[in-house]
């Protein structure tokens, strides 16, 4: 039984090109995130959300935009996809208050863009 | 600012060694500290989360510790396996900053037959 899923794993597309990856958590989970992991492997921060409130828009550029529609769900819409786009993004989860605050992810849905 | 560095950022052992890698925060305010393991083309895998309030955890053959006053943490593979081949990546969640938890660029493990 997965606790982080994504979808889809794999996107391939063109340049200017809109898409949308989607999460969903089942672990009962009030806080959600975006991460990116470029080329190089380096994991950065992207959107983090509680309770389906924005809290964390770490300088990404407005063509990103996430959305939470309810607390166990998070996706990811990107408009106007550029070449720098290309990486894996990862979504994950964790639980706020004492003594958690682990993070679990999901697979990565590995985006290409052409 | 806060970061997180790790050293070195690849390590190659023969099986059967014992390995430490390691991991430095710039900022000892911290909530708690994980390390992950990642596969090439996989998610990421947790192996340990140590609270502020914790000194080390353990698991089978991994045991990571945390020194906040100098900013490190490292985590121990006693008798490594050629499983054990993987990036290994600490991330640090700030008591400034909690929603904005901050990876480390990752060691690239190899352990060789």
């Known amino acids: 039984d997965t606790a982080v899923s994504q979808t889809p794993k794999y996107l391939v597309t063109q340049m200017g090109n809109d898409k949308s990856i989607k999460c969903e958590q089942n672990?009962?989970?009030?806080?959600m995130y975006w991460y990116k992991q470029d080329s190089k492997k380096f994991l950065k921060i992207m959107f983090s959300y509680n309770n389906k409130e924005l809290i964390i828009n770490e300088t990404v550029p407005n063509r990103f935009s996430p959305k939470s529609p309810d607390k166990a769900h998070l996706n990811l819409h990107i408009n106007s996809l550029e070449l720098g786009d290309s990486a894996v993004y990862f979504c994950?989860?964790?639980?706020?208050?004492?003594?958690?605050?682990?993070?679990?992810f999901g697979e990565g849905s590995r985006l290409t863009v052409l | 600012k806060q970061e997180v560095t790790q050293i070195p950022a690849a390590l190659s052992v023969p099986e059967g060694e014992n390995l430490v890698l390691n991991c430095s925060f710039t900022d000892s305010a911290i909530y708690n500290l994980q390390w992950f393991r990642q596969d090439p083309g996989k998610g990421l895998t947790s192996l340990l989360l140590i609270q502020s309030s914790q000194r080390e955890q353990t698991s089978g053959r991994l045991n990571a510790s945390l020194d906040k006053s100098s900013g490190r943490s490292t985590l121990y593979i006693a008798a490594s396996q050629p499983g054990d081949s993987a990036t290994y990546l600490c991330a640090v969640r700030y008591s400034t900053s909690y929603d904005k938890v901050i990876f480390g660029p990752g060691t690239s493990l190899s352990v060789i037959p």
């Open positions: 672990l009962g989970h009030d806080t």
């Open positions: 994950a989860s964790s639980k706020r208050g004492l003594y958690t605050g682990e993070l679990f």
